[in-house]
């Protein structure tokens, strides 16, 4: 039942204009996050986005249990999203993903 | 009593530009910290040995301002980081008057034998090192021990560790050294960021210890914890003596109503002798804290 942690995320940055932020660009700066930190085990996360709100970018994904610090690791280290300086807030995490429905509004469920 | 609440980062750098300064303070609240020292480094091998007697240390900058802006949210603490080689810094530390200015004080040796000293006989709270080039330095085993004993800190700056992965192979490299040496004791971890974007969230800086080496437990008193240690041993340090405040709650009544006059008299009877036994108590209970004192 509870094999993921859901992580929900906002993202920082300096100048919000300059970037394109979508889910695919989101995903793959994680997971190069993490391919560069652990390798090549590490960048074979499974990572699933389950909400992705383009407005407040803010981002509530899951990651299976095991990779949990590992992702939480990585997130902390990512200090640059496309060249801006950036900063992933990790607003919350949990192990179900009732905790953060409510949070963000007008998002279409998307998967990756 | 001083008051301070978690979460601490220890090491913010001192930026004359005052609305970097904010925007960092402003991320920093809004992050959860509640205390925070800011940085200000000073290198000791710089300076000309000629001059003695004289003032080495610089005052501490005025933050006044941002003091009273962030009255309610933010307990700011002021740090010097001493840059050195040789070992004659304790004389100049011991009679600088600006030093105590400092609520906390941190060594950064730049060589083995200096961390050696830093590490048995520096009067300060932290030993840091310089992620880019303190690599190279590694502490022996017995001076790791000496230096938990003492109750120093050593600590590992994160924000390094984001800007650039060739220092976050370094740090990785320290943290581990740290681990094998001393079974990561005494660690606390701080930010040293240079702007805004390389903070983060106390919670994911304990998850961070992850790869340093530390334990869970580690992590999170490495941000909480540890770190009013290091604030209490340093206002001991710098204050010289303990000062208790004790705050009363209205009067105090000590007799009660129901006993009657006759054991009066035996009291007073048995009060001179109180009163002598009570002396030496006092005379007893005061002397360790002045041993202690003096070690320290």
């Known amino acids: ?112 | 009593m001083e008051q301070t609440k978690p979460f601490f980062d220890f090491c913010v750098p001192f930026n004359k530009d005052d609305k970097q300064m904010r925007a960092i303070l402003n991320e920093l609240v809004e992050l959860g910290y509640k205390t925070i020292a800011i940085d200000q480094s000073f290198d000791h091998s710089k300076k000309d040995a000629g001059k003695r007697g004289s003032e080495m240390f610089p005052a501490p900058h005025s933050i006044e301002h941002l003091r009273k802006e962030f009255a309610d949210k933010l307990r700011i603490l002021q740090r010097i980081t001493i840059l050195y080689v040789d070992v004659n810094l304790s004389h100049a530390m011991s009679v600088s008057y600006n030093l105590r200015k400092f609520n906390l004080i941190a060594g950064q040796p730049k060589t083995d034998a200096a961390l050696t000293h830093c590490c048995t006989t520096f009067t300060g709270d932290i030993i840091t090192f310089d992620p880019v080039a303190g690599s190279r330095l590694s502490v022996n085993r017995k001076a790791y021990q000496v230096a938990v004993r003492r109750g120093m800190f050593f600590e590992i700056k994160y924000a390094p560790a984001i800007a650039d992965s060739n220092n976050r192979k370094d740090m990785i490299k320290m943290a581990q050294n740290y681990s094998i040496k001393g079974k990561s004791k005494n660690i606390i971890l701080s930010s040293g960021a240079e702007h805004e974007f390389q903070l983060r969230g106390p919670y994911d800086v304990a998850n961070l210890a992850f790869i340093f080496g530390l334990s869970e437990d580690q992590g999170k008193n490495a941000v909480d914890r540890f770190c009013r240690q290091i604030f209490l041993r340093a206002e001991s340090r710098r204050l010289g003596k303990t000062i208790m405040f004790v705050k009363g709650n209205g009067p105090i009544v000590f007799s009660d109503d129901d006993q009657s006059g006759a054991e009066d008299d035996e009291m007073d009877g048995l009060g001179t002798e109180m009163s002598k036994d009570v002396q030496n108590e006092e005379q007893t209970e005061i002397k360790p804290p002045i041993k202690r004192l003096k070690v320290a």
Do not use: W
């Open chain 1, 1 to 112: 039942m509870s094999d993921y942690y859901y992580f929900d995320v906002k993202l920082k940055l300096r100048n919000p204009e300059a970037i394109i932020f979508t889910p695919i660009f989101f995903r793959s700066c994680v997971l190069n996050a993490l391919e560069s930190f652990f390798g090549d085990l590490g960048g074979k996360t499974n990572m699933d986005i389950v909400k992705f709100c383009d407005k407040q970018q803010r981002i509530v994904f899951r990651v299976p249990e095991e990779f949990f610090e590992r992702t939480r690791t990585a997130l902390s280290l990512i200090g640059h999203y496309q060249e801006v300086p950036c900063h992933f807030q990790v607003i919350g995490t949990s192990k179900t993903a009732l905790d953060f429905d409510k949070d963000i509004s007008a998002t279409a469920a998307r998967r990756c």
